[in-house]
């Protein structure tokens, strides 16, 4: 079975990287497990500070400096 394309690709790439899914980071950044899922689909969009919140956050967890640039880049950019 063929993957859905990932809106944000490099994100879903850091959060494998760091065996965190979706519900796990909406509760670190405080915020409903539907409202994640609207927000990496597209439907609604992520504000500055949940951005700033989920790179600290893989950041602190790969040991790796993530600008938001390259997290929330939409696949095909």
């Known amino acids: ?5 990932e809106l944000f ?3 879903a790439a850091e959060m494998a990287r760091a065996n965190l899914t ?4 909406a509760q670190i950044i405080g915020i409903a497990c539907g409202s994640m899922y609207s927000k990496i689909n597209g439907k609604t969009e992520f ?4 951005m700033q919140a989920i790179a600290n956050c ?3 967890m ?6 938001l640039d390259y997290l929330f880049t939409k ?3």
């Open 62 to 67: 790969t040991e790796q400096k993530l600008s």
């Open 9 to 11: 690709p490099n994100l």
């Open 22 to 25: 979706k519900p796990a980071l």
């Open 47 to 50: 504000n500055l500070g949940e």
């Open 58 to 60: 893989l950041e602190t």
């Open 75 to 77: 696949g095909g950019e």
């Open 1 to 5: 079975m063929e993957r859905d394309k």
